[in-house]
């Protein structure tokens, strides 16, 4: 019932930026959490960045000061400004949201996004 998509995905360059965005859509009744996460090729998924209903930020600490998250409640959507890319930037990037569906339970569920290819070479 619940669908997260990523776009804003691509290739650039060292130092150059990219937006991503991922929209959620389907039953939902409150998202409590809205975030990105990747995986670099050989590596495990990591945190780059989340964002609770509090709007208490939280980056990977080799993100801090680059990227920024944001959110747009209307929407049900995320952004993630992503600047001063470097190759080590290099992975998919995967939308994740905590979620409740149901208005007369307060259980949440995770849900994650297809993914999007960043790639940032020269």
């Known amino acids: 019932q619940v669908q997260l998509v990523e776009s804003g995905g691509g290739l650039v360059q060292p130092a150059e930026s990219l937006r991503l965005s991922c929209a959620a859509s389907?039953?939902?009744?409150?998202?409590?959490?809205m975030g990105w996460y990747r995986r670099a090729p050989g590596n495990r998924r990591e945190l780059v960045a989340i964002?609770?209903?509090?709007?208490?930020?939280n980056y990977g600490d080799s993100v801090k000061g680059r990227f920024t998250i944001s959110r747009d409640n209307t929407k049900n959507t995320v952004y993630l400004q992503m600047n001063s890319l470097k190759p080590e930037d290099t992975g998919v990037y995967y939308c994740?949201?905590?979620?409740?569906?149901?208005?007369?339970?307060?259980?949440?569920?995770?849900?994650w996004g297809q993914g999007t290819q960043v790639t940032v070479s020269s």
């Open positions: 964002i609770p209903s509090s709007n208490n930020t």
């Open positions: 994740y949201a905590r979620i409740r569906t149901d208005r007369r339970s307060l259980r949440a569920d995770d849900y």
């Open positions: 389907g039953s939902i009744f409150s998202v409590n959490v």
